[in-house]
């Protein structure tokens, strides 16, 4: 009996000891659910968090690219409908100058209506005289016919000779002016509107890295680069490019030449950029050189000035209307040698101001 009492007392102490640890463990997991509740709740919330920031952020750039995108819109309007009424004066001109060139034509058909009428009216003064003479003189009709004859074609001759000098003088003047106007007004309707002319050239960078050895430290490099040339270089977020600026076109094509001579070389520093500057301007000027000695010899030109030839030779980088100046004036120049030739004028002086 008392082994029974103790074996149950045993299974009772066992019991509890098994209920307590239940209990505790219970405990213990209610706890970490707690703890691991207000976490994620937390992550929750900073998540949220987050996602309002990111999502104002992108709201805002959002209506900044709207905004630059209505301004550059606006702007294109505004230049189109300047263009436009740029085009329709030029055409009112036209119109202009065509129909005032209508009306001394038919000024001119009119002065021509009148020498005619002159003309039959000396036809008929003519036999009056005739039909006089051979009432007053008493002479035969061939006598009187050819006293009468000889004295109206002199005087025929010579009134029309005279009027015809006039209005042939007056039409060629006329006709000159008026042909100098439309063929002016014409060139200008013709002419290609540009906005700008261009000022930038672009140089192609083998990779990104490259931009900041241009740059140089503290910007060493790109400062001395562009007190060489006389140009603004420009990096920016372009990928494996940079922009060289300048209104003069020969500074901006030895700074790019330049450019790309360091980039080829990849020694970049302040000596070696010095260096680099040199060469290109010694081949720009010759380049210069040889586009206007080819100029003169394409023209037909010969005896110009040294100084000339290389002032000329500089418009090969210029451009205006979307046309090279050089080759433009070469072809100003061979046409100016065909009008004075067409005149009778000196065609190599003709040439030379062409």
């Known amino acids: 009996m008392e082994i029974i009492i103790a074996i149950l007392a045993v299974l009772a102490a066992a019991g509890i000891g098994v209920a307590t640890w239940f209990a505790l463990k219970s405990r213990n997991?209610?706890?970490?659910?707690?703890?691991?509740?207000?976490s994620a709740k937390g992550?929750?919330?900073q998540a949220e968090e987050e996602k309002r920031k990111l999502l104002l952020a992108a709201q805002e750039e959002v209506l900044k690219l709207r905004n630059a995108t209505e301004s550059d819109l606006k702007d294109q309007r505004q230049?189109?409908?300047?263009?436009?009424?740029?085009?329709?004066?030029?055409?009112?001109?036209?119109?202009?100058?065509?129909?005032?060139?209508?009306?001394?034509?038919?000024?001119?058909?009119?002065?021509?209506?009148?020498?005619?009428r002159a003309r039959k009216e000396a036809e008929e003064l003519k036999a009056e005289q005739s039909r006089a003479l051979e009432q007053v003189a008493g002479l035969s009709i061939d006598e009187a016919r050819e006293q009468v004859v000889r004295r109206g074609e002199?005087?025929?001759?010579?009134?029309?000779?005279?009027?015809?000098?006039?209005?042939?003088k007056e039409y060629k003047e006329k006709s000159t002016v008026n042909a100098r106007k439309i063929i002016t007004v014409a060139i200008n309707r013709l002419a290609t509107d540009v906005v700008s002319?261009?000022?930038t050239s672009t140089v192609s960078l083998p990779n990104d890295e490259m931009k900041g050895r241009l740059i140089g430290r503290e910007g060493r490099n790109i400062r001395t680069l562009e007190a060489l040339t006389g140009v603004d270089v420009i990096i920016d977020d372009t990928p494996e490019s940079v922009t060289v600026s300048c209104f003069d076109p020969v500074r901006r094509e030895v700074a790019r030449l330049a450019l790309e001579k360091l980039v080829s070389d990849g020694r970049i520093q302040p000596a070696r950029i010095e260096d680099m500057v040199n060469r290109a301007q010694e081949?720009?000027?010759?380049?210069?050189?040889?586009?206007?000695?080819?100029?003169?010899?394409?023209?037909?030109?010969s005896g110009l000035d040294s100084e000339l030839i290389r002032l000329l030779g500089q418009l090969k980088f210029r451009?205006?209307?979307?046309?090279?100046?050089?080759?433009?004036?070469?072809?100003v120049s061979l046409?100016?040698?065909?009008?004075?030739?067409?005149?009778?004028?000196?065609?190599?002086?003709?040439?030379m101001g062409g």
Not at 29 to 38: L, P
Request: hydrophobic letters at 35%; aromatic letters at 6%; zero cysteines.
């Open 335 to 351: 046409l100016s040698g065909m009008l004075a030739a067409e005149a009778g004028a000196n065609v190599q002086v003709a040439k």
């Open 29 to 38: 997991d209610a706890s970490q659910a707690q703890t691991a509740g207000e």
């Open 43 to 45: 992550i929750v919330t």
């Open 197 to 199: 002319e261009v000022t």
């Open 154 to 168: 002199e005087e025929a001759v010579h009134d029309l000779s005279k009027r015809y000098y006039e209005l042939e």
């Open 283 to 301: 081949e720009i000027d010759q380049v210069i050189l040889k586009a206007g000695e080819q100029a003169t010899f394409d023209a037909g030109v």
């Open 319 to 331: 451009y205006s209307y979307g046309e090279n100046v050089l080759q433009h004036s070469i072809e």
């Open 79 to 116: 230049e189109f409908h300047r263009m436009e009424s740029r085009h329709l004066q030029r055409e009112e001109q036209l119109e202009r100058k065509v129909e005032s060139q209508e009306e001394r034509e038919r000024e001119l058909a009119s002065q021509e209506t009148e020498v005619e």
